[in-house]
């Protein structure tokens, strides 16, 4: 079965970190861009983050630029998602894709309708 399991969410509060995990079976991903998105209830969903396939482009949302990094680990065939200095307005609901053919700059700011595979999320809240 192909599919992306995120994990790794959970509460924590303003000035905290979290690490989320994307892993994938079914498929390899090592061939695929992959990129990090959230959406917050009552917002569209934005690009967060994303990897290119072996160059090391990687790109950031300006909301989480010197806060969140993203890598992936192919030999475990995983995206990660390091997010430090957690602010509120970071709650929401993160999904991982993958997809092929595209920049790290053009997935993270597409709708996504396209991409070959989603995660079904992972909520994360940051509160006090």
């Known amino acids: 079965q192909v599919q992306l399991v995120e994990s790794g969410g959970g509460l924590v509060q303003p000035g905290g970190s979290l690490r989320l995990s994307c892993a994938a079976s079914?498929?390899?991903?090592?061939?695929?861009?992959l990129g990090w998105f959230r959406q917050a209830p009552g917002k569209e969903r934005e690009g967060v983050s994303c990897?290119?396939?072996?160059?090391?482009?990687?790109y950031y949302a300006g909301s989480v630029k010197g806060r969140f990094t993203i890598s992936r680990d192919n030999a475990k065939n995983t995206v990660y998602l390091h997010m430090n200095s957690l602010k509120p307005e970071d709650t929401a609901v993160y999904s991982c894709?993958?997809?092929?053919?595209?920049?790290?700059?053009?997935?993270?700011?597409?709708?996504?309708?396209?991409?070959?595979?989603w995660g079904q999320g992972a909520q994360v809240t940051v509160s006090s």
């Open positions: 079914g498929f390899t991903l090592d061939y695929y861009v």
């Open positions: 894709a993958a997809t092929a053919g595209i920049t790290v700059q053009a997935m993270c700011t597409s709708p996504g309708y396209e991409f070959y595979n």
């Open positions: 990897i290119g396939v072996s160059d090391g482009n990687t």
